[in-house]
């Protein structure tokens, strides 16, 4: 790492010099005798020359040697060195997204000082909203699930090679017996269901995997969908032979990039091996056709695939924008601890646009007529094992619409606490198309916003919080019109 920087430094600084002097590359070659293609790969930090080109460079740039050989930056090009130094260009997935680093280099090169005041501004805000390295993973990892509209196809395939392999029917939801002889026979583990009781600080964990002895300690209150689902996303990991992983469920911190998508991928598997593609498609067409909406059929797919809800609505986002192009969705999940009056969002998704409920880290107050917060209100108070409900959400302030299906659960690890998971589909021409109960009577419309402090509804008898962004924004308004009105009147 050391050598690289030393090329990359080198060659910003030449390239600095060489434009202040209004030289292209042609020029600086014609003035030195070097290629062209010489100098290109040096100031791209690929090649550093030799004693006697430094020397020659030096004096046709009419630049002192020691200040092109050393180190230390100028003020222009501080903040290149820094970012060079620093671990971001490593930690930055940039391969994901089709970027080259050499060409990040190249823009922070070219305008140092104002791409330092963008990366700057970006600090200053992940501060701000409390946005440490991995709430930036994750929402890289996001930003990747979105841009592929959460389908894998190569994960999907990956699935059916590994079930036609091992003799497993895709025509129901392996157990996870099944799933348990495999990992001990094929994989060589040993599963422990009696080492995490011991300790009172792991109770939120459900499983770690020992590497060296291949051992995988399974927290013994799980239920069979857990289990089942914790069992088939080991599988995944072997399978995919994927390296970089983490070792606990639920993670404890990610230490890289790699680690936070090869944990995408093997969840992503185990998904796709609980819920099978071509019967969960089935069921979907079924319920689609249903003239009146089925409340009971998403408890019901619960039981028939032993997979939780969350699992359930997760499968539903890959299958449902790329096998009936209902595109427009998002994912949320919510936490609520019992007898308090908060409610946060502890994970989403948004395909083809950022949809109108999403997260928001200014603890404002999220809609109350959200069905994603009633459910959890429900259960709270009848502690059902699983709640659900569905209502059409209406967004005055953007016109956009939404079927969304919601189930709360109590959350089997910590006390008094409880989540929904909610599916939101927008409301167009091709949802009106494939779904037949759109217009069912049963499901309730309610006009809602995102936050009390934005929202518009004069009338609402949950409103935990006057619109005071709204208001200010209101204000603003009516100042600007104001002035303008001035400016025609004097101007």
């Not at 990039?257 to 089935?282: E, H, M, T, W």
């Not at 089925?294 to 797919?301: A, E, I, Q």
Request: aromatic content about 10%.
């Amino acid at each position: 790492m050391e050598e690289e920087y030393i090329k990359l430094i080198f060659g910003l600084k030449l390239k600095q010099v060489r434009t202040k002097r209004n030289l292209s590359l042609f020029g600086l070659a014609k003035l030195t005798g070097l290629s062209k293609s010489y100098l290109n790969e040096i100031e791209k930090g690929k090649k550093y020359p030799k004693t006697d080109k430094i020397a020659l460079l030096a004096e046709k740039l009419e630049v002192p040697y020691d200040n092109l050989v050393s180190l230390k930056l100028d003020k222009n090009l501080a903040p290149v060195g820094e970012l060079l130094q620093s671990k971001v260009l490593k930690e930055l997935p940039l391969e994901l997204f089709g970027i080259k680093e050499s060409d990040l280099i190249d823009i922070v090169a070219n305008a140092p000082t104002k791409v330092n005041a963008f990366i700057s501004t970006i600090i200053e805000i992940a501060k701000h909203y409390n946005f440490g390295k991995e709430n930036f993973y994750l929402a890289a990892l996001r930003s990747f699930q979105e841009a592929s509209n959460n389908f894998f196809p190569e994960l999907e395939d990956a699935v059916l090679q590994f079930a036609k392999a091992y003799q497993i029917d895709l025509a129901q939801s392996p157990t996870s017996k099944e799933l348990e002889e495999i990992l001990v026979e094929e994989y060589g583990y040993t599963i422990n269901t009696d080492e995490l009781t011991k300790y009172r600080e792991l109770d939120n964990l459900r499983s770690i995997f020992i590497p060296k002895t291949k051992t995988l300690l399974v927290a013994d209150h799980i239920d069979e969908a857990q289990r089942t689902f914790i069992y088939a996303k080991e599988i995944g990991y072997n399978y995919l032979d994927i390296q970089e992983r983490l070792y606990t469920f639920t993670w404890i911190k990610f230490n890289n990039f790699d680690q936070v998508l090869n944990n995408f991928y093997a969840s992503y598997f185990a998904g796709a091996l609980v819920i099978p593609r071509q019967v969960i498609k089935k069921h979907v067409d079924a319920f689609l056709a249903k003239p009146k909406f089925d409340k009971t059929f998403l408890t019901g797919l619960k039981n028939y695939y032993n997979a939780s809800p969350e699992s359930l609505y997760q499968r539903l986002t890959n299958i449902l924008p790329n096998d009936y192009q209902l595109e427009n969705l998002f994912f949320l999940r919510l936490a609520h601890k019992k007898d308090t009056n908060r409610f946060d969002i502890t994970k989403e998704l948004h395909l083809t646009h950022h949809h109108s409920p999403h997260g928001n880290e200014t603890n404002e107050k999220y809609c109350r007529r959200w069905v994603s917060i009633r459910v959890l209100q429900d259960i709270a108070k009848t502690e059902e094992e699983h709640h659900m409900d569905a209502q059409i959400s209406h967004y005055p302030n953007d016109g956009l619409s939404y079927l969304i299906f919601s189930s709360a659960t109590v959350d089997p690890f910590k006390k008094n606490l409880y989540r929904s998971v909610s599916l939101g589909l927008q409301i167009n021409s091709e949802l009106r198309k494939k779904v037949a109960f759109l217009n069912d009577s049963s499901i309730k419309t309610y006009n809602v916003g995102v936050t009390c402090e934005r929202c518009s509804i004069a009338d609402c008898d949950v409103r935990q919080s006057p619109p005071t962004i709204l208001t200010r924004q209101e204000r603003n308004r009516k100042t600007e019109a104001v002035v303008e009105t001035l400016q025609q009147k004097f101007g």
